[in-house]
């Protein structure tokens, strides 16, 4: 079956995909019982947590923070899920794996789905989805770990639409990012690559009403899946990407039926969220999408319709659904570096113009270096974002004796002046070198180093670093302890 076949399917005739059945119950659990598709990471502390939007429903989210995070107020991130899906499935592996970053960050369930409550259940309102960010917004905002001045959201699949939806209309959220984007509204309206034509969609809107004529007279409502229940030979490549993650233990979770009511393709049909995209400058957008993604075109004409300052990032190799929990083929870099730079303390804001001002030391969050990028104790501290005429950005790093970081490189070169200490860098086949207090070191461009303290002396350097196409950074293997001890080194290859 045709991409466009599978659309029309599932949207236009009724028989084919719609099933009949009472609404599903609010499934709860045991807040000490891990049920998440992902493993539990013992760099973060999760919680639990419950919070009531503007229309007085109550949410329920999975509340992740670094764990020996520094006394001064975190950065936070609100994570919305696909369409469809749960909080226990790709946000929450989105919001743990930024916590390990050094966020504090919010995965939570969309009203009428998941342990979130609202009734009648599996109802699809976009109205109420995108007040379900800024509900978020309102709950970080009052943590007292968090910064509220720096909270930015990240919508995946279809809640990347609702994010943007809500960000025109919340200047809270200074810094918004969406995966593998949909635009719901025009993919009920119009089908996937606009495939259906006027003709069907008033058939499906003619349906809907005689839906809604039986459902009034007690009739029980009628869901329609987002993935095939089981497989086909003319199930199409679409179909079979959503089953492959929402109907096997790949992803699969009791709570994540992907069923909407049909009655709900009528106002999904009028939600048009790039009409209004405008309305987020100056804060910047990063729209990330798969090279082979069958939704890669949202991102690429949300880009084109966003003002500045926009980024758009395509994954080499990646499906839309890869970018869901394939951790190898994620651009966690990309989107920490997004959010590190734009929710830094004096990261731009909403006035337009220069004009002086001050980051106080005391709202400076310090954050635990990621396992990922170091090896042993290190904090950063992000000094100050690229702004107007400077393109460069700034953070201080304390490693302890024996820390490092890993191998990596800077696409625009890095300067480092140490302040404090003793420590080694070293490139790529060069001997390693002797760092001491006031030492300035240049970096050229791609070129392979690490750089951290001595063993037996802690060091702390400010780094400045650019950026070429948004990324500051290339990260590679970790150093060695045979590396780290040799007078010179390779890396590998």
């Known amino acids: ?101 050094g966020f504090a960050t919010l995965a939570f369930d969309a009203s009428f789905n998941g342990e979130s409550g609202g009734t009648p259940r599996s109802i699809s309102s976009p109205e109420i989805f995108a007040e379900d960010f800024s509900a978020a917004v309102d709950f970080l905002g009052t943590r007292p770990e968090v910064d509220r001045d720096r909270i930015g959201v990240l919508g995946i699949c279809g809640s990347g639409g609702f994010a943007l939806s809500a960000a025109q209309l919340d200047p809270r959220m200074k810094a918004i990012a969406t995966v593998s984007m949909y635009d719901m509204g025009r993919a009920i309206r119009r089908g996937l690559r606009d495939t259906l034509s ?60 992907t069923a909407f009511s049909f009655t709900s393709l009528a106002p999904m049909m009028r939600f048009r969220p790039f009409d209004h995209l405008d309305a987020i400058s100056p804060r910047p957008l990063l729209f990330i999408a798969g090279e082979k993604a069958h939704s890669r075109y949202f991102s690429e004409d949300a880009f084109k319709a966003a003002s500045q300052p926009k980024q758009l990032v395509i994954v080499p190799g990646a ?17 920490a570096m997004f959010f590190e730079t734009n929710l830094a303390p004096n990261a731009p804001r909403h006035a337009r113009g220069e004009k002086l001002s001050i980051s106080a030391a005391s709202k400076r969050a310090t954050i635990t270096g990621a396992k990922a990028y170091f090896t042993g104790k290190v904090k950063v501290a992000m000094l100050f974002a690229p702004q107007g005429p400077r393109t460069f950005s700034g953070a201080s790093v304390s490693f302890e004796p024996g820390a490092r970081s890993a191998w990596h490189s800077h696409p ?50 400010l780094a400045l670093q650019g950026a070429v196409d948004g990324k500051a950074v290339n990260w590679f293997e970790h150093v060695s302890d045979a590396q780290y001890a040799a007078r010179q080194a390779r890396a590998s290859r």
Not at 223 to 252: C, H
Not at 319 to 335: C, E, Q
Not at 424 to 436: A, E, H, I, N, Y
């Open 1 to 101: 079956m045709s991409t466009s076949r599978h659309v029309a399917v599932m949207i236009a005739a009724l028989g084919a995909m719609a099933i009949a059945c009472a609404s599903p119950a609010i499934e709860q659990h045991s807040p000490e019982r891990w049920d998440k598709t992902f493993a539990k990471s013992d760099e973060v502390v999760h919680k639990k947590v419950t919070f009531t939007n503007r229309i007085g429903i109550k949410l329920v989210g999975d509340y992740y923070r670094p764990k020996g995070a520094a006394s001064q107020r975190l950065a936070a991130i609100v994570v919305g899920h696909p369409y469809g899906g749960v909080k226990e499935q790709t946000a929450g592996l989105y919001a743990q794996t930024l916590a390990e970053r």
């Open 198 to 257: 006027e003709t069907q969609r008033r058939a499906t809107l003619a349906k809907v009403a005689e839906q809604r004529w039986a459902e009034y007279g007690k009739a029980k409502a009628l869901l329609v899946p987002g993935s095939p229940p089981e497989l086909r030979r003319d199930t199409s490549a679409v179909g079979r990407e959503f089953f492959d993650y929402y109907r096997t233990p790949r992803g699969q979770h009791p709570r994540a039926t």
């Open 319 to 335: 499906g839309h659904v890869d970018l869901y929990d394939r951790v190898k083929l994620i651009p966690w870099n990309k989107l």
């Open 412 to 461: 625009a070169g890095q300067t480092l002046v140490v302040t404090a200490g003793a420590g080694w860098v070293q490139m790529q086949g060069q001997p390693r070198r002797d760092l001491k207090p006031g030492d300035v070191v240049w970096t050229p461009p791609g070129v392979r180093h690490w750089h951290g303290a001595t063993d037996s002396s802690a060091m702390t350097h």
